[in-house]
């Protein structure tokens, strides 16, 4: 057992969890950041996401140090001490700190001296840090990207990457009022982009519920579907409900509907604190009778690999081993939504995904399957979208999209008219 009262134990626990349990951040994280104080939790979630987007840069700092490769959670232990090092943290209590965590436990112990003695000599070597290349995505996501993108965009996405991502707001009401009182800057797509947000809860009008977090691309979606008040839609797959909020603030009349019990009651929290109403349904959407309705919004479960920014445990979690699985029950989700729509309906259709099986491949087999489908080109020209990001499938998205601003989360998103 870790000790609870050391934040780097836990951040050794999430990287083992992500590292060798295969697990991802969202799944582990409440559960371990429950075992630390409030006023820890914050920085343990900075310093395990720290390491992990370095985490390849760790690996070629010990490389020259280790003559084999140590059990998991003494690499872990020391792949935590060179970010921290490496990011300027001071050595003296950093190696203090991981030999301490290598000594409170049996299968570790052992390790202690390897951990003072490798930790002391990356010091020596921390200007390396800067000339390292930036790292590289895993090789199950790299081969096909290189196919589809070409090595220039694999590379700036990999720069977005390791950029990591800023916070963004998505206002209830007047988003120019929102940026103002967040001192924050509107971005051209109409979110409020913010540079050092803090303790997000502290910001002006988060208890009256004015905004709610989403990335710059997550809030496209719903402004392609474009809601008119009185509009029955149907949000097909709606926790934690970012999407919802969209719909609902525009006044349309809308079915939120997750098969996640658990996450459903996010949606709940997110409606009531920002004053919003939905039907909340919780069940497979391949199992769900109802409609017809005039719009569908499909935010469909996928592999998220636009989202690494914020995620970067998800090339360690990770091999590409289920993404079939995902591929297929898309393509069922497509169908079941086009039987739910009113005639002449609109089905905005969208991934956090750069995987063209997610994406542009769903729209050509969905246009295959279904005569009388086309996609709403017109639906997808919004404002701050160039020309360019819009393909004849639908608008994709890339991390190094307003990479001067910060970027966006990697996205594909279509809308679907049926005759
Ligand atoms: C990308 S997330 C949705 C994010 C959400 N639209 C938002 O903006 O906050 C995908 C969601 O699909 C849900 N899901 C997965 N399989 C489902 C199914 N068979 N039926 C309904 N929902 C499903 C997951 O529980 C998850 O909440």
């Known amino acids: 057992m870790s000790n609870p009262k050391d934040v780097r134990h836990v951040v050794v626990d999430l990287l083992d969890d992500v590292t060798i349990e295969k697990r991802l951040l969202s799944e582990v994280l409440p559960k371990r950041l429950a075992k630390l104080p409030a006023e820890d939790r914050a920085r343990a979630q900075r ?19 280790l003559r084999q490769r140590p059990v998991p959670r003494v690499l ?15 050595a003296h209590g950093v190696v203090n700190a991981c030999v301490e965590i290598a000594k409170a436990q049996a299968e570790t112990e052992h390790a202690r001296g ?3 003695a490798v930790l002391r000599k990356i010091d020596r070597e921390k ?11 895993p090789k199950w996501l790299r081969k096909p990207l290189l196919a589809d993108y070409g090595k220039e965009a694999v590379a700036a996405m990999e720069e977005a990457q390791f950029a990591g991502a800023p916070v963004d707001l998505t206002a209830k009401g007047d988003v120019a009022a929102l940026a103002k009182a967040v001192k924050g800057t509107q971005l051209p797509t109409g979110s409020v982009r913010l540079s050092d947000a ?29 809601a008119q008040a009185g509009e029955t839609i149907l949000d097909m797959c709606a926790a934690p409900g970012g999407k919802t909020m969209q719909l609902a603030a525009a006044g349309a009349a809308v079915t939120a509907l997750d098969v996640s019990e658990g996450r459903m009651t996010r949606v709940e929290e997110n409606l009531t604190r920002t004053k919003l109403s939905a039907e909340l349904v919780t069940r497979d959407a391949l199992e ?16 998220a690999t636009g989202t690494i920014r914020r995620h970067p ?22 169908d079941r939504a086009l039987g739910l729509l009113k005639p002449g309906g609109r089905l905005v259709y969208c991934t956090c995904s750069l995987l063209i099986d997610e994406g542009e491949e769903q729209v050509r087999d969905a246009l295959a399957r279904h005569e009388g489908l086309a996609v709403d080109h017109d639906a997808l020209r919004l404002p701050g979208v160039e020309a360019d990001w819009i393909g004849p499938e639908g ?10 601003q910060g970027g966006m989360d990697g996205f594909f998103i279509t809308c679907l008219r049926r005759k």
């Open 127 to 137: 200007d390396k840090w800067d000339t390292l290349p930036i790292p590289r995505l």
């Open 313 to 334: 445990d998800l090339p360690y979690a990770k091999d590409g081993g289920e993404f079939p699985g995902l591929f297929e029950l898309q393509e069922h989700m497509i």
């Open 395 to 404: 608008l994709r998205l890339f991390p190094h999209y307003m990479a001067d």
């Open 76 to 90: 872990n232990v020391l792949r935590l001490g060179v970010s921290e090092i490496c990011n300027g943290g001071a």
């Open 47 to 65: 310093l395990v996401i720290q390491t992990l987007r370095d985490m390849d840069r760790c690996d070629r700092m010990l490389g020259p140090f």
């Open 288 to 303: 769900f009778e109802g409609g017809p309705f005039d719009a569908i919004l499909l935010d469909a479960p996928c592999t």
């Open 198 to 226: 803090g303790q997000i809860t502290n910001l002006p009008g988060y208890a009256e519920g004015d905004w709610w977090v989403q990335d710059a691309a997550a809030a496209l979606p719903a402004k392609v579907l474009a």
């Open 114 to 116: 390897l951990v003072n």
